[in-house]
């Protein structure tokens, strides 16, 4: 049940991660967000196969409850009219490519370094306590540095998005 259970969620969240890049339905950005949704809640299931509760609690609480609450902000604020009359710049769409290119490599060569008897699963199982304490013993900078950086990016969308006073 679990393996089949597997299939189906990993599944699930290719396709909709597909579809937040490539969505033939509609080009709204909306719709793609609620696909980025339901690849983060495909995810979350993908960790409570795993028994990484608290992960699966943090990706539904952060990712998918906050994070899609400030994309969707974002999208709003946008001016789309003035995005659909954008050209596509073939040398970011060159870099783009390089850059998937260049990560898929990366994922096939370790890929083939894994030894087909060794066991991915996590050594500690539902260590909460443990994993809190290195967030904020050892990797405290680096999370207050993400922490000041989105509201950053808020404060930015913000002042970007204000009409100008003519």
Same mark, same amino acid.
């Given at each position: 049940m679990e393996t089949?259970?597997? !299939?189906?969620?990993?599944?699930?969240?290719?396709?909709?991660?597909?579809?937040?890049?490539?969505?033939?339905?509609?080009?709204?950005?909306?719709?793609?967000?609620?696909?980025?949704?339901?690849?983060?809640?495909?995810?979350?299931?993908?960790?409570?196969?795993?028994?990484?509760?608290?992960l699966a609690a943090v990706q539904i609480?952060? !990712?998918?409850?906050?994070?899609?609450?400030?994309?969707?902000?974002?999208?709003?604020?946008?001016?789309?009219?003035?995005?659909?009359?954008?050209?596509?710049?073939?040398?970011?769409?060159?870099?783009?490519?390089?850059?998937?290119?260049?990560?898929?490599?990366?994922?096939?060569?370790?890929?083939?370094?894994?030894?087909?008897?060794?066991?991915?699963?996590?050594?500690?199982?539902?260590?909460?306590?443990?994993?809190?304490?290195?967030?904020?013993?050892? !990797?405290?900078?680096?999370?207050?540095?993400?922490?000041?950086? +989105?509201?950053?990016?808020?404060?930015?969308?913000? +002042?970007?998005?204000?009409?100008?006073?003519?």
């Amino acid at each position: 049940m679990e393996t089949a259970l597997f !299939y189906i969620l990993a599944a699930l969240a290719v396709l909709s991660a597909l579809l937040v890049v490539a969505n033939p339905f509609s080009r709204n950005p909306v719709t793609s967000a609620m696909f980025l949704v339901l690849t983060m809640v495909s995810l979350t299931g993908l960790f409570v196969l795993l028994h990484a509760f608290f992960l699966a609690a943090v990706q539904i609480l952060v !990712y998918a409850g906050a994070v899609m609450v400030l994309f969707l902000f974002v999208i709003m604020l946008l001016d789309l009219k003035e995005e659909e009359r954008r050209r596509v710049r073939w040398t970011g769409l060159a870099a783009g490519l390089i850059s998937v290119g260049t990560i898929l490599t990366i994922f096939v060569l370790r890929l083939g370094e894994f030894e087909a008897g060794a066991s991915a699963a996590p050594t500690l199982e539902g260590q909460t306590p443990e994993l809190g304490r290195l967030l904020f013993e050892r !990797y405290l900078l680096p999370l207050e540095i993400v922490g000041v950086l +989105l509201l950053v990016a808020m404060v930015g969308v913000v +002042l970007l998005s204000k009409k100008e006073l003519k």
